[in-house]
């Protein structure tokens, strides 16, 4: 028959252990539990709001909306510059055959959902006013039928429409506005 130690000698910190969880008890619902590579809060845990990932961090839904807001805001003046920089210029070439697969014709009504700054329509526009110049130059006419047309630019950061406005402007399309703080109508 094999003998065993005490459990004393077994285990020399199970008393030290137990005094120490003991006093820490209280503390475990208020602190974060570390799971795998993520870790969650109580709030986290009860919450009913959905979590999704922005990034490599777990977010509610709700605050992901207010960062996703925050860096558009921040890049607003040089979004277009980091498209081309990210895309090394093929953004444009995609826009341009996204226009050409549209085909506006003079009349078309346009509203162009989270437009950003602009970029599509501005190119819709530009086909328009060209279509309408040839067709004007074809008919010895300076009937410009591009006017009955309308494209609207919306989206949900204003700090991108107001880019857009200045490049508006900058463009020639003078009648580029903002109709309210969500829309760019050029």
Not at 16 to 36: D, E, G, N, V, W
Not at 73 to 99: E, P, Q
Not at 149 to 172: F, P, T, W
């Amino acid at each position: 028959m094999i003998r065993r130690p005490p459990r004393s000698t077994l285990f020399p910190y199970t008393t030290l252990f137990r005094s120490q969880f003991l006093k820490a008890a209280p503390l475990i619902s208020k602190t974060s539990y570390r799971c795998s590579e993520h870790t969650l809060s109580d709030s986290k845990i009860y919450s009913k709001e959905k979590q999704t990932y922005f990034g490599f961090e777990e977010v509610s839904e709700s605050d992901k909306v207010e960062k996703v807001y925050e860096i558009f805001k921040k890049v607003a003046d040089n979004y277009d510059r980091m498209n081309d920089a990210l895309s090394l210029g093929i953004h444009r070439c995609w826009k341009d055959t996204f226009v050409d697969q549209l085909c506006p014709n003079a009349g078309i009504k346009v509203l162009d959902m989270a437009g950003g700054t602009g970029d599509i329509a501005f190119r819709i526009v530009k086909r328009l006013r060209d279509d309408a110049k040839s067709n004007a130059l074809k008919r010895n006419s300076v009937e410009n039928k591009e006017l009955n047309s309308r494209v609207v630019v919306c989206d949900i950061n204003s700090n991108m429409l107001m880019v857009g406005q200045e490049r508006a402007k900058s463009l020639g399309f003078l009648d580029g506005h903002i109709g309210s703080k969500r829309t760019l109508t050029l």
